[in-house]
């Protein structure tokens, strides 16, 4: 499994940033993809996830702001970020997830907002 990230960037509180994500090596439609963060001292945590049937998941910190989509066809899933805050400043990791729970985590990629 091999998984791709990018998009992310350095941008003013209020701002938005879309992040994707691109799988290979993987039958993408029997995994759970998912957007993780690590910020600076803090433990990884999930921001959104999806199935392959589309039913999301959210963090509360990022409901509402944040919006999590698949392309299945694509293999991608990406992450739609509005109304940032400094707080949401993270290594965003993209993940897939197995129905045992097996963790397949892409390189990361940073997202600073400054205020």
């Known amino acids: 499994v091999q998984l791709q990230a990018y998009g992310g960037g350095s941008v003013q509180a209020g701002g938005s940033l879309r992040l994707s994500c691109a799988a290979s090596?993987?039958?993408?439609?029997?995994?759970?993809m998912g957007w993780y963060r690590q910020a600076p001292g803090k433990q990884r945590e999930l921001v959104a996830d999806c199935t392959s049937g589309g039913t999301t998941n959210y963090a509360d910190s990022v409901e509402d702001r944040f919006t999590i989509s698949r392309n299945n066809a694509k293999k991608s899933v990406h992450l739609e970020m509005n109304g940032l805050k400094p707080e949401d400043t993270a290594v965003y990791y993209c993940?897939?997830?197995?129905?045992?729970?097996?963790?397949?985590w892409g390189q990361g990629t940073l997202v600073t907002v400054s205020s």
């Open positions: 993940a897939a997830v197995t129905r045992s729970r097996d963790y397949y």
């Open positions: 090596g993987v039958n993408f439609i029997f995994y759970r």
